[in-house]
């Protein structure tokens, strides 16, 4: 028997406005399927009730009608019902210490977790994902921010207008506005406190493709990492270009054996024979943006030791601003100490104290640390992610979850990203016992 489907109300906080599937795409589903679906009902969700109404669903208050419960973000743990199988980002594969208590309640009760950050493909690469949302909005927002922060320190500039991405009704409109400044930019450049203008993205995926997609509305030039010395040091530039720089693997580190030559494969494996060489190029930056997957056996790329040492030789620094997209607190950028959110997106760096200040406008190194950027674009960011899920929903509702995992008739690719089956950890993810045991201790 095909089982009920049921679309959330996120509750993480009041900027979730996005939702897993569009009104669009559940009605070809139930249509397809001749599932029943519910949604629970939502004062932000960007998608009306009635727009889920009329492709099918039915509203409700709370989980309880769901068989399969779909939402985004975490679930608060008070909220679990027990024997669901419930989809969304849990943040638990790292073992992150805040999420292990919502990681044992899914067990306790005998319930089954999908995480869409494992769903992949044969080549292990993501299916489901907000990645080029995190991108264009944290781009669109360090702007907004510097926009405001240079302003404020006296320095005008065309980004002062700009707006932050939940500001914007799509990222084509964002899109439209940043060409505009960039025809100012064109015409009448930068101010000279602020040039060379260059732009440094660590990572070349879906996020630094998101990013790079919102700068390119500036007039832009790209600088390979090599070369970003020279150009700056030499004068090789003017006020009417905005210069990005693409860092790879290779650019930001190196093997610490002598003479050894970088290995994409050994560093992904063996990331502790591998050291950061990403410090030399920061005084050559007015803005970085850090769009790579981290995780803590990898090396850090931007470390407060290093920031000092940049203070002590730059005063005041060129690098003004850092927006870290992806957002592990005290991970790839030492100095995001802290994740944000739209009230509040920034703090400010002092690199000498080694010190953070709330707030965007002051001295310092404007730091964007909002850790859930797609949902600042909920219109575009749900209709992209919807149409990604929407083909794996027919099998979910049809599996059988009362037959092993690989008897079920789950689609390969959402098998890989089962973390808890019926109220067990799944082998490859029985790693995570040792986290929930450290949590429990």
């Given at each position: 028997m095909t089982k009920t489907l049921l679309i959330r109300a996120e509750d993480k906080n009041r900027w979730e406005r996005r939702a897993p599937l569009v009104p669009d795409d559940l009605a070809a589903i139930l249509k397809a399927t001749g599932a029943r679906a519910w949604v629970e009902t939502s004062q932000k969700r960007f998608f009306s009730q009635d727009q889920y109404e009329a492709a099918g669903a039915k509203s409700c208050q709370g989980m309880a009608d769901g068989d399969v419960i779909l939402g985004v973000k975490e679930i608060p743990i008070e909220k679990i019902i027990d024997r669901k199988t419930y989809v969304f980002f849990s943040h638990t594969i790292k073992g992150q210490p805040t999420n292990m208590p919502l990681l044992q309640r899914i067990i306790d009760g005998g319930c089954t977790l999908i995480d869409y950050e494992k769903i992949t493909d044969a080549d292990d690469r993501r299916l489901i994902y907000f990645g080029p949302y995190a991108g264009d909005a944290g781009a669109i927002d360090i702007l907004s921010l510097m926009g405001e922060h240079w302003a404020a320190q006296g320095i005008d500039t065309p980004f002062a207008g700009f707006r932050r991405a939940h500001q914007y009704d799509s990222v084509a409109e964002a899109k439209a506005h940043l060409r505009e400044i960039g025809r100012l930019i064109r015409e009448n450049g930068l101010p000279e406190a602020l040039c060379p203008f260059t732009i440094?993205?660590?990572?070349?995926?879906?996020?630094?493709?998101?990013?790079?997609?919102?700068?390119?509305?500036?007039?832009?030039?790209?600088?390979?990492?090599?070369?970003?010395?020279?150009?700056?040091?030499?004068?090789?530039?003017?006020?009417?270009?905005?210069?990005?720089?693409?860092?790879?693997?290779?650019?930001?580190?190196?093997?610490?054996?002598?003479?050894?030559?970088?290995?994409?494969?050994?560093?992904?494996?063996?990331?502790?024979?591998?050291?950061?060489?990403?410090?030399?190029?920061?005084?050559?930056?007015?803005?970085?943006?850090?769009?790579?997957?981290?995780?803590?056996?990898?090396?850090?790329?931007?470390?407060?030791?290093?920031?000092?040492?940049?203070?002590?030789?730059?005063?005041?620094?060129?690098?003004?601003?850092?927006?870290?997209?992806?957002?592990?607190?005290?991970?790839?950028?030492?100095?995001?100490?802290?994740?944000?959110?739209?009230?509040?997106?920034?703090?400010?760096?002092?690199?000498?104290?080694?010190?953070?200040?709330?707030?965007?406008?002051?001295?310092?190194?404007?730091?964007?640390?909002?850790?859930?950027?797609?949902?600042?674009?909920?219109?575009?960011?749900?209709?992209?992610?919807?149409?990604?899920?929407?083909?794996?929903?027919?099998?979910?509702?049809?599996?059988?979850?009362?037959?092993?995992?690989?008897?079920?008739?789950?689609?390969?690719?959402?098998?890989?990203?089962?973390?808890?089956?019926?109220?067990?950890?799944?082998?490859?993810?029985?790693?995570?016992?040792?986290?929930?045991?450290?949590?429990?201790?």
């Open positions: 440094g993205i660590l990572g070349y995926g879906n996020v630094s493709k998101g990013a790079q997609q919102i700068f390119d509305c500036l007039p832009t030039r790209r600088i390979a990492p090599a070369a970003i010395e020279t150009m700056v040091t030499e004068g090789q530039s003017d006020r009417h270009t905005i210069y990005l720089t693409v860092f790879k693997e290779a650019d930001l580190v190196r093997p610490k054996a002598p003479r050894a030559a970088f290995d994409l494969t050994e560093y992904y494996h063996h990331p502790e024979r591998y050291e950061s060489c990403f410090e030399p190029y920061l005084p050559f930056f007015t803005l970085l943006v850090n769009a790579v997957y981290w995780e803590q056996r990898y090396p850090r790329f931007v470390t407060w030791e290093g920031l000092k040492r940049l203070a002590q030789a730059q005063t005041p620094t060129k690098l003004s601003g850092i927006a870290d997209i992806t957002c592990d607190t005290n991970g790839s950028i030492a100095c995001n100490v802290k994740s944000t959110d739209s009230d509040m997106p920034a703090y400010r760096v002092d690199p000498l104290a080694g010190t953070t200040q709330d707030g965007h406008l002051g001295d310092g190194i404007v730091l964007l640390a909002v850790d859930n950027l797609p949902c600042e674009l909920p219109n575009d960011a749900s209709s992209f992610f919807s149409n990604q899920l929407r083909p794996f929903i027919p099998g979910l509702l049809a599996a059988d979850f009362s037959k092993p995992l690989a008897e079920s008739g789950l689609p390969e690719e959402l098998q890989k990203a089962v973390i808890v089956y019926n109220g067990q950890l799944t082998r490859r993810f029985a790693y995570l016992k040792e986290h929930l045991m450290r949590k429990r201790s």
